[in-house]
């Protein structure tokens, strides 16, 4: 009889023990399910705002470029109606005429 009490002792025991460390094991592969999930969501957000910066920096250096191709193409003219009444260019109305009677 204690051969037999003495067996199912130590059954319950391994038992006991099996089951407490992988209930350990278990809660332990949850946090770090959980750490993993939220390091990814970090990682999303820090994508996220960096291509946010990214498209920011690149609508500033379009608008930077085509305010440069805007004045390069532009020219320093004016356009003007002269006394004689042709329209004429030049820097400035007045000199846009000069040769034209004058401005109206």
Known sequence: M??????????ACVLTLGLGAGAFAQTTATDDTKKAAQATKDAGKDVGEAAKD??????????KAATS??????LDTTS???KDGTVQKGKTKVTACDDHGGKQ
């Open 69 to 74: 191709v805007k004045k390069a193409v532009t």
């Open 2 to 11: 204690s051969r037999k009490f003495l067996a199912h002792a130590m059954v």
């Open 54 to 63: 990214a498209g920011k920096a690149t609508a500033k250096g379009t608008k």
């Open 80 to 82: 003007a109606l002269c």
